[in-house]
Nanobody, 121 residues
Framework: QWQLVQSGGGLVQPGGSLRLSCAAS????????IGWFRQAPGKEREGVSC???????YYEDFVKGRFTISRDIGKNTVYLQMNSLKPEDTAVYYC???????????????WGQGSQVTVSS
């Protein structure tokens, strides 16, 4: 059974940084892909970034140059480093897993519990 446990998140001022972690179990990162999504109040869940089983990374335009997705194979954990945060980045962030990267939530079989990220002065 593919399971994900998230950590990180919190409150940060505009321009600040946060790191989210997503620890996987039931599969290995060289077999599955991990995507990050976010959902702001009143909005649909949207894709942010993804890393596939080969380590290829993908980003949505609105986070390119600010967010970095990475993985630690030994810890079976994926990270999302978020820099230069803006108030519009405020949302609940979710990691999700499946065999391949997809920009669409239904493409993922397993989800983390969510982490609140609030960017405010």
């Amino acid at each position: 059974q593919w399971q994900l446990v998230q950590s990180g998140g919190g409150l940060v001022q505009p321009g600040g940084s946060l790191r989210l972690s997503c620890a996987a179990s039931g599969f290995t990162l060289d077999y599955g892909a991990i995507g990050w999504f976010r959902q702001a109040p009143g909005k649909e869940r949207e894709g942010v970034s993804c890393i596939d089983s080969l380590g290829n990374t993908y980003y949505e335009d609105f986070v390119k140059g600010r967010f970095t997705i990475s993985r630690d194979i030994g810890k079976n954990t994926v990270y999302l480093q978020m820099n230069s945060l803006k108030p519009e980045d405020t949302a609940v962030y979710y990691c999700a897993a499946d065999r391949h990267c997809s920009g669409s939530p239904p493409g993922f079989r397993s989800w983390g519990q969510g982490s609140q990220v609030t960017v405010s002065s």
